[in-house]
């Protein structure tokens, strides 16, 4: 199995990392230093590697119009990484401080903005059906945050709840990274339908991994402390699982502390341990596979080679993950 991010796209993410770099020139030193900030902490960059390679698995041959779009759609990532962490208070992101605590709310939002216009001066070139989908991602992203916020400490939410929600949040992102690649790379209809599909269910596993690992993972190797959706409020899989299958130790204090506004990390703590000793963990791996195997069954509508090949070693990266 393939142990890089690059999955044999390396030369092109370097051309992804140049285009981006190149767009955080501005004539506000502040604006371009607040930008790589936040460009520079790191990142899985798993959206321009999809990008990349439906590209590549559509027949895809002029390389630079892939490269911009897949640096179009990371800039729009990289702003909603700024407000998400204005909207959930969130202190560090990747070991390092927040935006907004490093340099202020203001000029944090102001980056956000920026980095946006950034990514629309980019994607703003391609036809009509591309940027309509980029500017439908960014919907996705804006209604997806308002539901998660609507819901926090909500012991209620349903599983369709929670996965509308990743869906809007992560999942169709990477969704419009594989169909924007495929149509760059003019592929077929087919192509490009199963490239989306490829993404979504993609984009959902490697939501519902990242959430098993805010309850399971190391909080070096994360670069942020373990148990954050709990400290913010947001009911995961997780929590749903333990909670409506009823092998959680005591179901009365997990929802308590779930509910509760403003949590110390004892509390915390303590919902993690009941959650992990539930076997809930277990079952999100197993939903977690599942999607991973409809990334990987949309794959057979797509031409046979090794871009397609990558793509599927791509679904059990994400599944095998600890960071």
Same mark, same amino acid.
């Given at each position: 199995?393939?142990?890089?991010?690059d999955?044999?796209?390396?030369h092109?993410?370097?051309?992804?990392?140049?285009?981006?770099?190149?767009?955080?020139?501005?004539?506000?030193?502040?604006?371009t230093?607040i930008?790589?900030?936040?460009?520079t902490?790191?990142?899985?960059?798993?959206?321009?590697?999809?990008?990349?390679l439906a590209?590549k698995?559509?027949?895809?041959? =002029?390389?630079?119009?892939?490269?911009?779009?897949a640096?179009?759609?990371e800039?729009?990532h990289?702003a909603?990484?700024?407000?998400?962490?204005?909207? #959930?208070g969130?202190t560090?992101?990747?070991?390092?401080p927040a935006?907004?605590?490093?340099?202020?709310?203001q000029?944090?939002?102001v980056?956000? =903005?920026?980095?946006?216009?950034?990514?629309?001066?980019?994607?703003?070139?391609?036809d009509?059906?591309?940027?309509?989908?980029?500017?439908k991602?960014?919907?996705?992203l804006?209604?997806?945050?308002?539901?998660q916020?609507?819901? &926090?400490?909500?012991?209620t939410?349903?599983?369709?709840?929670?996965l509308?929600i990743i869906?809007r949040?992560?999942?169709?992102p990477?969704?419009?990274?594989?169909?924007?690649?495929? &149509?760059?790379?003019?592929?077929?209809?087919?192509?490009?339908?199963a490239?989306?599909?490829y993404?979504?269910?993609?984009?959902?596993?490697f939501?519902?991994?990242?959430?098993?690992?805010?309850?399971?993972g190391?909080?070096?190797?994360?670069?942020?402390?373990?148990?954050?959706?709990?400290?913010?409020?947001?009911v995961?899989?997780?929590?749903?699982?333990?909670l409506?299958?009823g092998?959680?130790?005591?179901?009365?204090?997990l929802?308590r502390i779930?509910?509760k506004r403003t949590k110390?990390?004892?509390?915390?703590q303590?919902?993690?341990?009941?959650?992990?000793?539930?076997?809930?963990?277990?079952?999100?791996?197993?939903?977690?596979?599942?999607f991973?195997?409809?990334a990987?069954?949309?794959?057979g509508a797509?031409? #046979?080679g090794?871009p397609?090949?990558?793509?599927?070693?791509?679904?059990?990266?994400?599944?095998?993950?600890d960071?």
């Open positions: 199995m393939t142990t890089t991010w999955f044999g796209v390396s092109e993410l370097d051309l992804v990392e140049r285009r981006i770099r190149d767009s955080l020139a501005s004539e506000e030193p502040l604006l230093e930008a790589q900030y936040v460009i902490s790191g990142g899985k960059r798993i959206r321009p590697v999809v990008t990349l590209f698995a559509a027949g895809g041959e =002029d390389i630079e119009r892939a490269v911009d779009i640096a179009a759609l800039l729009i990289s909603t990484l700024i407000h998400d962490d204005i909207n #959930d969130g560090e992101r990747r070991g390092r935006a907004f605590l490093k340099y202020g709310l000029e944090a939002l980056t956000g =903005d920026f980095l946006f216009t950034r990514a629309f001066r980019i994607g703003g070139k391609f009509d059906d591309i940027v309509d989908l980029t500017a991602v960014c919907a996705a804006a209604e997806g945050e308002i539901r916020k609507r819901h &926090l400490g909500d012991v939410v349903t599983r369709e709840t929670y509308d869906t949040k992560t999942a169709t990477v969704a419009t990274a594989a169909r924007v690649g495929a &149509l760059v790379g003019r592929g077929r209809a087919e192509h490009v339908d490239a989306g599909e993404g979504l269910n993609l984009g959902i596993a939501q519902i991994v990242d959430d098993i690992l805010d309850v399971v190391d909080g070096v190797t994360l670069g942020k402390r373990p148990g954050m959706d709990i400290k913010e409020g947001n995961t899989i997780l929590s749903i699982n333990a409506q299958d092998n959680v130790s005591d179901r009365s204090e929802i779930l509910r110390d990390w004892g509390e915390v303590t919902a993690l341990r009941m959650i992990r000793e539930s076997g809930s963990v277990d079952r999100a791996r197993e939903e977690a596979r599942a991973g195997e409809r990987v069954a949309a794959l797509l031409p #046979d090794e397609r090949r990558k793509m599927a070693d791509l679904v059990e990266f994400v599944l095998s993950r960071t």
